[in-house]
């Protein structure tokens, strides 16, 4: 019987995940279909109750619904609670099940596609919103030595240490300190590439041979990647987290692993860095 997925998204015309999941089924020998849909956005709650009643075994969830998937959840993985925010959906007869495959997506792209170990390096995530909150955990059991979150509000920051009070090795900026830091990997977790702004990060903060890392993709060098590359820092856009994050689901779904790499190089060639 063909199994039925949706990401759930407002808008959603753009996302590449039903792309991405055709093509690990294909891979896997799993028979599937994977539709894009647009809730209104006072209406998630009952667009899903609609997709179970229609016998869909799960749905992503893009923007701006995170919170409200995480609401709307029965069941949660540890790390779903930890960001509260959901990005993957599975409809059981007991009730909706959570996760959030975010920050194990980038975590994998990081040490995979991009060769570096975070275990050790000092990490500077920009930016305390939702993303930030998504990949916080992740990125603290990857075992870094530092991890500073960054923001223009501090409050914000502290909103996120809090959640892990118990690693000492996390902290809250504000963007006047910045200047003062330097890191191994920066990843810019702020909305503010997908307006071709750029985030007020100094080039001072990355250190000889760093990493900057922006989470959005399909924007080409970035003001963010730019001045990264400006100072000496090897860049990456978000596309490998997107590949990774989906992954992950597709593992939470069927038991299997899908090959990443070459679904990268496809939607690569289709928009480069």
């Given amino acids: 019987m063909t199994q039925r997925f949706a990401i759930l998204g407002h808008p959603v015309a753009h996302s590449k995940s039903p792309q991405i999941h055709a093509a690990f089924a294909?891979?896997?020998?799993i028979d599937l279909t994977y539709e894009r849909v647009e809730p209104p956005?006072?209406?998630?709650?009952?667009?899903?109750?609609?997709l179970r009643a229609e016998g869909f075994r799960g749905a992503n969830v893009t923007l701006p619904f995170k919170v409200?998937?995480?609401?709307?959840?029965t069941q949660r993985t540890r790390r779903a609670e930890q960001a509260e925010s959901v990005n993957t959906l599975e409809f059981t007869a007991q009730g909706i099940e959570g996760d959030t495959t975010d920050g194990i997506g980038l975590v994998?792209?990081?040490?995979?596609r991009c060769g570096r170990k975070i275990a050790g390096l000092r990490v500077l995530l920009v930016g305390a919103g939702g993303a930030a909150r998504g990949v916080a955990g992740p990125l603290l059991d990857a075992a870094p030595a530092r991890l500073a979150i960054a923001n223009r509000t501090l409050a914000r920051a502290?909103?996120?240490?809090?959640?892990?009070?118990e690693a000492s090795q996390l902290s809250a900026l504000t963007l006047g300190e910045l200047p003062?830091?330097?890191?191994?990997?920066?990843?810019?977790?702020?909305?503010?590439?997908?307006?071709?702004?750029?985030?007020?990060?100094?080039?001072s903060v990355f250190a000889s041979g760093a990493l900057a890392y922006d989470m959005v993709y399909g924007k080409g060098q970035t003001p963010f990647l730019q001045l990264a590359a400006s100072a000496g820092a090897q860049t990456?856009?978000?596309?490998?987290?997107?590949?990774?994050?989906?992954?992950?689901a597709f593992h939470h779904w069927h038991g299997v692993r899908?090959?990443?790499a070459p679904v990268f190089r496809l939607l690569r060639s289709e928009s480069p860095a």
């Fill in 236 to 248: 990456s856009d978000g596309l490998g987290m997107l590949v990774e994050q989906a992954a992950e």
């Fill in 68 to 73: 409200d998937a995480f609401r709307l959840c």
């Fill in 26 to 29: 294909r891979a896997a020998g």
């Fill in 108 to 112: 994998r792209d990081v040490e995979g």
């Fill in 158 to 165: 502290l909103d996120i240490v809090q959640l892990y009070s």
């Fill in 258 to 260: 899908p090959e990443t």
């Fill in 41 to 50: 956005l006072d209406g998630f709650a009952v667009t899903v109750a609609r």
């Fill in 180 to 203: 003062q830091h330097q890191f191994d990997l920066v990843i810019n977790a702020t909305s503010a590439s997908l307006s071709d702004a750029l985030p007020l990060v100094p080039p």
